[in-house]
């Protein structure tokens, strides 16, 4: 039985590779710093396999791993600085003048919300999977996620992003 | 959904996947398994050892005959133990260290306690500074070739040990020092003590005058089964190849008490096949 699980998750990580990476690197923006966190959270989730139950969903388990991982690589290594301590490349909010596309436009939200709105509408994960990930409340991901809703609607000028 | 998020989403699609993704997937997830077997034979120790002490609680109060015999017999196993005696994790530029580090415990044998723990003691500092220098000069070379020191990662440096075999006569534990660069190093020793005679074990205690032929043999037979087995599976058959174990040759107890022989990465075999292991069964007495 432990064994299923066990090929279940090595199935999902080989399956999933790319998406892994392109999360981990969009919060560390390095290749091989976001290789180092792919594989360190695939390490991570293997020996720590036998305390996921049968019943749990696989994503919301890895990826709560993944980020943990993401945003712990600052921590340790303090390479970049996060950018919710770089006010100065946040544009101003409201500023009409500098429409940004919303894809950059993202990046100019702190690491919380970016995080949420890549879960949401890049990986696609439902609200519940996403408090599990984070490990916050489900108000509370509503919460952040309408907030930084509301930021992208000022960054890009777009009225319907969330409909 | 409107056509931003799906302009948007078209970006994330497209961020640049490395070359080196699906090796370095492979990789994590061998080594993501082991780690966990390991893990597994650990719990699987302590419950034995759990067990082992409840069975012998409740026999000592169900018999009194029983407490007669557990009395003669003299007490060496149930005393003697592996506990961890450090855990720290240092953080800094050139390096983060993970050391969980192990003593010994034989209230019997204080000798041979202090001899192993001071062992272990001077064995971890020893690895620790040695690598310290070599992360210094990595990083050094990195910042001289032109890399920025703040971009330069860490040399992970993890230090732990394992318990292989724990029975009334032997205790058998491997110490391991795992450093990661760009690739994956690990330097293991091994601690085998014959707890009845007080002191470390070698190959002739265990396989008796035969030792040499004995292990050279299950090691021979252990490289052609292996290789018929898997086809991934290869080993060195030229100069490189494997001829004899050494003179003072890696190994441990499994919990059968047999001796299993390790080598190191490289020494008998393509890296990929990682340290082979094999198993030599005990002779018929």
């Keep these: ?163 | 959904m409107t056509d931003s998020w799906n302009k948007a989403r078209e970006a994330y699609r497209h961020t640049p996947i490395p070359e080196e993704l699906a090796f370095a997937v492979a990789s994590a997830v061998r080594s993501g398994s082991r780690r966990r077997r390991r893990l597994q034979a650990a719990r699987r120790g302590l419950t034995g050892l759990l067990a082992g002490c409840a069975c012998f609680v409740l026999l000592v109060n169900a018999s009194p005959t029983f407490a007669q015999a557990v009395s003669a017999v003299p007490v060496l196993g149930e005393l003697a133990r592996v506990v961890t005696v450090t855990e720290y994790t240092l953080d800094s530029r050139e390096q983060l260290i993970d050391v969980r580090m192990p003593a010994l415990e034989l209230p019997e044998n204080t000798d041979l306690e202090q001899r192993i723990n001071t062992e272990i003691r001077a064995r971890i500092d020893q690895v620790l500074q040695q690598a310290e220098e070599r992360a210094r000069e990595a990083r050094d070379a990195y910042v001289e070739t032109g890399g920025s020191a703040e971009d330069f990662i860490p040399v992970v440096i993890d230090v732990d040990y394992e318990i292989k075999c724990q029975n009334g006569q032997y205790l058998s534990f491997l110490l391991t020092e795992t450093e990661t660069r760009a690739a994956a190093y690990t330097e293991i020793y091994a601690y085998n003590i014959d707890l009845e005679a007080g002191r470390e074990l070698t190959l002739r205690d265990v396989l008796g005058s035969d030792y040499l032929e004995l292990a050279n043999e299950a090691v021979r037979a252990g490289i052609a089964r292996r290789e018929a087995e898997d086809p991934d599976a290869s080993f060195f058959h030229d100069e490189f190849g494997f001829t004899s174990i050494s003179e003072d040759q890696l190994f441990y107890l499994n919990e059968n008490g047999e001796p299993v022989v390790v080598f190191e990465k490289y020494a008998i075999a393509p890296g990929y096949m990682g340290m082979p292991e094999f198993t030599i069964a005990l002779p018929a007495e």
């Design chain 1, 1 to 163: 039985m432990e064994q299923t699980v066990h090929q279940q998750l090595t199935a999902f990580i080989v399956e999933h590779q790319e998406d892994f990476y392109r999360l981990a690197y969009s919060h560390v923006k390095n290749r091989d710093a976001a290789l180092d966190v792919v594989q360190e959270s695939i390490v991570k989730a293997l020996s720590k396999a036998d305390g996921l139950r049968r019943s749990e969903s696989l994503k919301p388990w890895f990826y709560r791993i993944l980020v943990n991982e993401s945003m712990n690589y600052y921590r340790y290594t303090r390479r970049l600085t996060p950018l919710e301590e770089a006010p100065e490349t946040a544009a101003p909010a409201g500023d009409h003048a500098t429409r940004l596309d919303l894809y950059a436009a993202i990046d100019r939200l702190d690491q919380k919300e970016q995080l949420i709105i890549r879960l949401r509408f890049f990986e696609d994960m439902k609200l519940e999977e996403i408090a599990q990930v984070t490990g916050v409340n489900l108000n509370t991901v509503k919460s952040r996620l309408y907030k930084a809703l509301r930021k992208l609607r000022d960054l890009t000028g777009e009225e319907h992003l969330y409909d």
